[in-house]
C-alpha cells in the first residue's frame, strides 16, 4: 500500500508562490499517475492537476490553468504542485493521490495523502 506524505503548504498574501510536495513510500510511485486535489471548508472536494506516470501527460482545473504546475521526479518518487499568482480562493487543504490514471474524479484515485493547508490572505 502506498503512503503519501504532503508538505510545503502554509500562509501567503495574494500574489505570491508556494511549492507542495509529495513523497511517496513505494518503488512502484513511477507506476502510478498522480492528481492534486484540494478541499475548502464546506465545499467538496476538487480536481487541481494531474500527472502521467512518465510526466509526459498534465492536466489542470481551469480556475488554476496558467498558475499552477504540476511536475514529477520519478528517482524520488516525488510529485510536486508549483503554485504562482495565489489568490485567495486557493486557500483549502490541498491533497495529492496516486491511481491508474491521471483523471479528474476523486474515485480514480485509490491512495491519497493526509493533506496540507494553503492560506491565502487578500
Known amino acids: 500500500q502506498a503512503r503519501l506524505v504532503e508538505s510545503g503548504g502554509g500562509s501567503v498574501q495574494a500574489g505570491g508562490s508556494l511549492r507542495l510536495s509529495c513523497a511517496a513510500s513505494?518503488?512502484?510511485?513511477?507506476?502510478?499517475?498522480m492528481g492534486w486535489f484540494r478541499q475548502a471548508p464546506g465545499k467538496e472536494r476538487e480536481f487541481v492537476a494531474s500527472?502521467?506516470?512518465?510526466?509526459?501527460?498534465?492536466y489542470y482545473a481551469d480556475s488554476v490553468k496558467g498558475r499552477f504546475t504540476i511536475s514529477r521526479d520519478n528517482a524520488k518518487s516525488t510529485v510536486y504542485l508549483q503554485m504562482n499568482s495565489l489568490k485567495p480562493e486557493d486557500t483549502a487543504v490541498y491533497y495529492c493521490a496516486a491511481g491508474t490514471e491521471p483523471l479528474a474524479v476523486t474515485t480514480e484515485y485509490d491512495y491519497w495523502g493526509q493533506g496540507t493547508q494553503v492560506t491565502v490572505s487578500s
Open positions: 500527472i502521467s506516470w512518465n510526466g509526459r501527460s498534465t
Open positions: 513505494r518503488r512502484t510511485f513511477r507506476s502510478y499517475a
